[in-house]
């Protein structure tokens, strides 16, 4: 299994895109926002802060399954996907 590809530490987050699969959302929650990373199908890397702290709390509440519906249901909803 490899390991989760973004790390927040002393330093601030490490992101290792070499270990990311196209198009699968990875996030952490950093200086109290959560940030998203993802990479595309062109190997980009592609990264979303959220601030508003309702989507922060839900986040740093639930089981780590349930966080990635409450990311997606945030992505439809302020359509960050187009």
């Known amino acids: 299994m490899m390991n989760y590809p973004v790390t927040v530490g ?6 290792q895109p ?12 950093f200086e109290g926002k959560i ?4 990479k595309d199908q062109n190997d980009l890397l592609n990264c979303y802060e959220i601030e ?4 922060v709390d839900e986040v ?3 089981s780590s ?8 249901k945030y992505i439809e909803k302020k359509d960050l996907n187009h």
């Not at 070499?18 to 929650?29: A, G, R, S, W």
């Not at 940030?35 to 993802?38: C, N, V």
């Open 35 to 38: 940030m998203l990373f993802f």
């Open 65 to 72: 399954e349930d966080i990635e519906n409450i990311l997606q």
């Open 52 to 55: 508003e702290k309702e989507i």
């Open 18 to 29: 070499e270990n990311m699969m196209v198009d699968k959302l990875y996030y952490c929650i």
């Open 10 to 15: 002393p330093e601030g987050i490490k992101i």
């Open 60 to 62: 740093k509440q639930s």
